[in-house]
């Protein structure tokens, strides 16, 4: 089925350590994002990407790097986990220019616990 | 300061009960997104709304763009209905597809 699909669902990292979340959606979409979701705070926003080779910041992009070396992959890593990381993060993907007509595609999202 | 605001934040139900959830922004938009997330799951888009009402199934949504305000109604409620329910509102920017998201109603629809 077309859609988004994130690896892995569930994670716990250790203070320190280092991973790589992958993001790989199937609809040709030009645009990806990296969310967080956090209790009471609702999504934010980590980075975007416009286009395959390019990615931007968004709010809260401190502690993390993406890439977007294929168009349909978007990597997210921590290089050094920290506690302040444990969340739930969402991968979504859309088409350019044309969120007033069209919606996103998320995915299922990855738990992530630093201990 | 929120430009996107829900209420209420919980809300627990009788099956069978007419739910709604409201939303409130403060940003100039053209139109206006309904979330799902169930329990462990991933996050579905119901509706995007730029005028009027829409409905699908037992969900209806309507906006007033003049008023800046959004609801989200569920009629004849299920256990199945359970799940957040997030608005969001797109932002100005120029750059990226881009939302301002409510931090979500908890839904809970009790047999």
């Known amino acids: 089925n077309a859609g988004v699909t994130q690896t892995p669902k569930f994670r716990v990292l250790k203070t320190g350590q280092s991973m790589t979340l992958l993001c790989a959606q199937d609809?040709?979409?030009?645009?990806m994002y990296w969310y967080r979701q956090d209790p009471g705070m609702g999504l934010r926003l980590i980075h975007y990407s416009v286009g395959e080779g390019t990615t931007a910041k968004g709010e809260v992009p401190d502690g993390y790097n993406v890439s977007r070396l294929k168009k349909q992959n978007f990597l997210l890593g921590l290089e050094s986990a920290a506690p302040s990381q444990t969340s739930v993060y969402f991968c979504?993907?859309?088409?350019?220019?044309?969120?007033?007509?069209?919606?996103?595609?998320f995915g299922s999202g990855t738990r992530l616990t630093v201990v | 300061k929120n430009e996107v605001e829900q209420s209420p934040q919980n809300l627990t139900a009788q099956e069978g009960e007419f739910i709604t959830i409201n939303c409130s922004y403060s940003?100039?938009?053209?139109?206006l997104h309904w979330l799902q997330q169930h329990p462990g799951g991933g996050i579905v888009s119901l509706f995007m709304l730029s005028s009027g009402k829409k409905k699908h199934g037992r969900l209806i949504a309507t906006i007033n763009i003049q008023e800046k305000h959004s609801s989200l109604h569920i009629t004849a409620s299920h256990p199945r209905d359970s799940a957040v329910y997030i608005c969001a509102a797109p932002t100005p920017s120029n750059t990226g597809n881009q939302f301002y998201f409510g931090t979500g109603t908890s839904l809970t629809v009790i047999p």
């Open positions: 609809m040709n979409h030009e645009y």
């Open positions: 940003v100039g938009i053209s139109a």
């Open positions: 979504a993907s859309s088409y350019p220019a044309d969120r007033s007509r069209r919606g996103y595609t």
